[in-house]
């Protein structure tokens, strides 16, 4: 079976502060790596996303770090603001998988002004 | 601004009845997805479609769902008879794919249908 294994669950950081969360994956046909963030009551909405010949992805305060050889991935939200606190699921998909995404549980993510 | 639509976006209703949410994809995206919210099972695929034929709904309970695309505006997910074991959150999402384009797996969702069985 496909999954995505996402942790931690939940995170409480300070403002200011460095938020990281990691997902590992097992399918090597996923080529495509995103991190959705949503807002209560909202949809999830994309963040950031990276492929697999990279190693990393930076777009302003936020960066994935991926690392092929191990299938683990990761987010981090630099200089966390209050505004960060959502939930953050990491995904896989792309061709490999028909471009059908395989999600993480989710990351509740608490920024503390 | 393109967007995802759903309707409705709460819905209570009681064990039995029939439930039908409906989904309006961003206007020239070619690909559907079904998801279901909950807090013990985080977002799963319910189903997907692409050029309005299902790809996959191996996800769904075949005995009680049902999606279909009438047409290339509009999806349905319907639920006959509904439990209470469904309350959850409903997610349309949509994209444009095109086979080979780097841009091609971005999923946009939609607002979401809070369903309620008693």
């Known amino acids: 079976q496909q999954q995505v294994k996402q942790s931690p669950q939940s995170l409480i950081v300070q403002k200011g502060g460095i938020s990281i969360i990691n997902c590992a994956y097992e399918?090597?046909?996923?080529?495509?790596f995103p991190w959705y963030q949503q807002f209560p009551g909202k949809g999830p909405a994309l963040l950031i996303a990276?492929?697999?010949?990279?190693s990393e992805k930076k777009e302003g305060r936020f960066t994935i770090s991926f690392n092929k050889s191990a299938k683990q991935f990761s987010l981090h939200i630099m200089d966390s603001q209050p505004g960060d606190s959502a939930t953050y699921f990491c995904?896989?998909?792309?061709?490999?998988?028909?471009?059908?995404?395989?999600f993480g549980k989710g990351t509740l993510l608490t920024v503390n002004p | 601004d393109a967007r995802v639509t759903q309707t409705p976006r709460h819905k209570v209703t009681e064990m039995g009845q029939e439930v039908t949410m409906r989904c309006q994809p961003i206007?020239?995206?070619?690909?559907v997805f079904w998801y279901r919210q909950t807090m013990m099972q985080g977002l799963e695929l319910l189903a997907y479609f692409r050029n309005r034929a299902p790809l996959d709904d191996s996800g769904m309970p075949k005995d009680r769902f049902s999606a279909e695309m009438p047409d290339a505006t509009l999806a349905t997910l319907k639920i006959q008879p509904s439990e209470p074991r469904d309350s959850a959150v409903y997610f349309c999402?949509?994209?444009?794919?095109?086979?080979?384009?780097?841009?091609?797996?971005?999923?946009?969702f939609g607002p979401g249908t809070r369903l309620t069985v008693l």
């Open positions: 206007l020239g995206h070619n690909t």
């Open positions: 995904a896989a998909g792309g061709r490999g998988s028909n471009y059908k995404l395989t």
């Open positions: 399918n090597t046909a996923f080529d495509y």
């Open positions: 990276i492929r697999p010949d990279v």
């Open positions: 999402a949509s994209g444009l794919v095109v086979d080979g384009t780097p841009s091609t797996d971005t999923q946009y």
